[in-house]
Each structure stands twice: as structure tokens, then as C-alpha cells.
């Protein structure tokens, strides 16, 4: 009688347990909004492109290779957030970015700002090609976003 007690009870707790675990998951439209693919050969060399990812814009940029060098050759060093081309970016030639504004959270201009490279109307802040925060912005350098392919 014990015995038999002491499975019930057992088997009731994983019951509970199983259930609470399982309202803590993510739904499924949250699953799915956490994985975004792009068809990157279908970026031409030196265009940028948005998607949208999480509710946020995420910019794509196919670098050229006179973009690649002038970002690496830029004296990071001296820069707000000091870290080289290389450290952030895994593929040279791909520049994969959070497209909002470190300071009020806006949508920055893609190819334009006195750096040909993005601009945030907002309150004036320009980057470089390589996202790098160029003037005014009091926050720094655009995110870089971590991405894989497939």
C-alpha cells in the first residue's frame, strides 16, 4: 500500500512538474521569429539591404573590396569602442549589423552621411562604412549582429 502510495505520488509531481516546465517554453510564433534566413548571393556587391528580425531592422551590407580595406585601415584604436574590422565581423566581405541607433533607438539612412556610410537624421550621428561612429553619437558604434550560414 506504501508502495503503491509513494509511485502515485511520484507520478503526480512529474505531472506538475512537466506541466509548469512547459508553460515556461517559448510559443511557437516566438520560435519562429528567432531565426531569419537571407539568400546572400542575391545582395550585389556594395548594397546594403534590411530585413527585419525580431521586430527590429537588421542591415546587410556586401562590402567591396575597397570598403573591406578602408575599414581595416582605420586607427581603431582611437575610436569610442575600440575593436578592429577583423574582431567584428566573420566574413570580410559581409557586414551584418542592428540597424537602430545606439542613442534614441531610431532607424539610421543607409548610404548617406558625410562617411557614405549610415546616418541617423535624429540627432545627427554619422557612420563609416564599417559601422563605426564617426561623429556626435554619444553611445557608439552601430551593434554587430553574430550570424551563421547554413
Same mark, same amino acid.
Given at each position: 500500500?506504501? #508502495?503503491?502510495?509513494? %509511485?502515485?505520488? &511520484?507520478? &503526480? !509531481?512529474?505531472?506538475?512538474?512537466?506541466?509548469?516546465?512547459?508553460?515556461?517554453?517559448?510559443?511557437?510564433? @516566438?520560435?519562429?521569429? !528567432?531565426?531569419? $534566413? %537571407? $539568400?546572400? !548571393? =542575391? +545582395?550585389?556587391?556594395?548594397?546594403? @539591404? +534590411? +530585413?527585419? *528580425?525580431?521586430?527590429?531592422?537588421?542591415?546587410?551590407?556586401?562590402?567591396?573590396?575597397? $570598403? +573591406?580595406?578602408? !575599414?581595416?585601415?582605420?586607427? *581603431?584604436? =582611437?575610436?569610442?569602442?575600440?575593436?578592429?574590422?577583423?574582431?567584428?565581423?566573420?566574413?570580410?566581405?559581409?557586414?551584418?549589423?542592428?540597424? %537602430?541607433?545606439?542613442?534614441? #533607438?531610431? @532607424?539610421?539612412?543607409?548610404?548617406?552621411?558625410?562617411?557614405? #556610410?549610415?546616418?541617423?537624421?535624429?540627432?545627427?550621428?554619422?557612420?563609416?562604412?564599417?559601422?563605426?561612429?564617426?561623429?556626435?553619437?554619444?553611445?557608439?558604434?552601430?551593434?554587430?549582429?553574430? *550570424? =551563421?550560414? &547554413?
Amino acid at each position: 500500500m506504501v #508502495g503503491s502510495l509513494g %509511485v502515485l505520488s &511520484a507520478s &503526480a !509531481a512529474k505531472s506538475t512538474l512537466t506541466g509548469f516546465l512547459e508553460t515556461m517554453a517559448a510559443s511557437a510564433d @516566438v520560435l519562429a521569429l !528567432a531565426k531569419t $534566413e %537571407v $539568400e546572400l !548571393a =542575391s +545582395i550585389p556587391e556594395g548594397k546594403n @539591404v +534590411i +530585413i527585419k *528580425w525580431r521586430g527590429k531592422p537588421v542591415f546587410i551590407r556586401h562590402r567591396t573590396s575597397d $570598403e +573591406i580595406e578602408e !575599414a581595416r585601415t582605420v586607427d *581603431w584604436k =582611437s575610436l569610442r569602442d575600440p575593436q578592429s574590422d577583423e574582431a567584428r565581423v566573420k566574413k570580410p566581405e559581409w557586414l551584418v549589423m542592428l540597424g %537602430v541607433c545606439t542613442h534614441l #533607438g531610431c @532607424v539610421p539612412i543607409g548610404e548617406s552621411g558625410d562617411y557614405g #556610410g549610415w546616418f541617423c537624421p535624429c540627432h545627427g550621428s554619422h557612420y563609416d562604412i564599417c559601422e563605426f561612429c564617426s561623429f556626435v553619437d554619444l553611445h557608439g558604434d552601430l551593434t554587430i549582429h553574430s *550570424w =551563421s550560414r &547554413a
